[in-house]
């Protein structure tokens, strides 16, 4: 069993996929074991991408991901972090291969509707960001 984080961003938000998103992952094996509707101001968003610090499209990211309100959640199955990976698609929608999440939805590779850890310590660290052990719910 493992563990990982996803955020509906806000255009995913915007455009109602919250509902499109959680069905893919729950569809596909993945229990849905934490979950909340958040506003990131700015500060906060800079802290979850803090990696991406320095980078060219990291002001541009992080406005983008304090301008409206995103649902993350925590995902639990085997396999969680590659198989949320799989059926969100490559970052870049037009590389994402056809029937992923980003391929069918997303505008570019900033508003790529949906966010998922990419490897077992970043999820530890992304779910600790969002959510403390009351909020988490698992068997
Ligand atoms: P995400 O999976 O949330 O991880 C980092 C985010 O940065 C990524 O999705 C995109 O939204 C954004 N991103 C990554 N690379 C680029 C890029 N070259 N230009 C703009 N945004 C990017």
Redesign the pocket.
């Known amino acids: 069993m493992e563990r990982t984080l996803s955020?509906v961003?806000p255009d995913g938000v915007s455009k109602s996929l919250i509902g499109e998103v959680i069905k893919r992952f729950e569809g596909n094996g993945l229990k849905v074991i934490g979950l909340k509707m958040i506003h990131l101001d700015k500060k906060e968003a800079e802290g979850f991408?803090a990696v991406?610090r320095g980078?060219?499209?990291f002001e541009?990211?992080t406005t983008?991901m304090s301008s409206g309100p995103c649902v993350v959640m925590v995902l639990e199955g085997d396999a969680a972090i590659s198989k949320t990976r799989e059926l969100?698609g490559a970052?870049?929608p037009q590389k994402a291969e056809e029937g992923t999440l980003r391929r069918q939805f997303a505008s570019?590779?900033?508003?790529?509707i949906?966010?998922?850890s990419?490897a077992v310590e970043t999820a530890a660290f992304e779910i600790k960001y969002f959510f403390n052990a009351l909020e988490i719910f698992s068997d």
């Open positions: 955020i961003k991408y991406h980078k060219a499209f541009s990211l983008f969100m970052t870049d570019n590779i900033e508003r790529n949906v966010h998922g990419d």
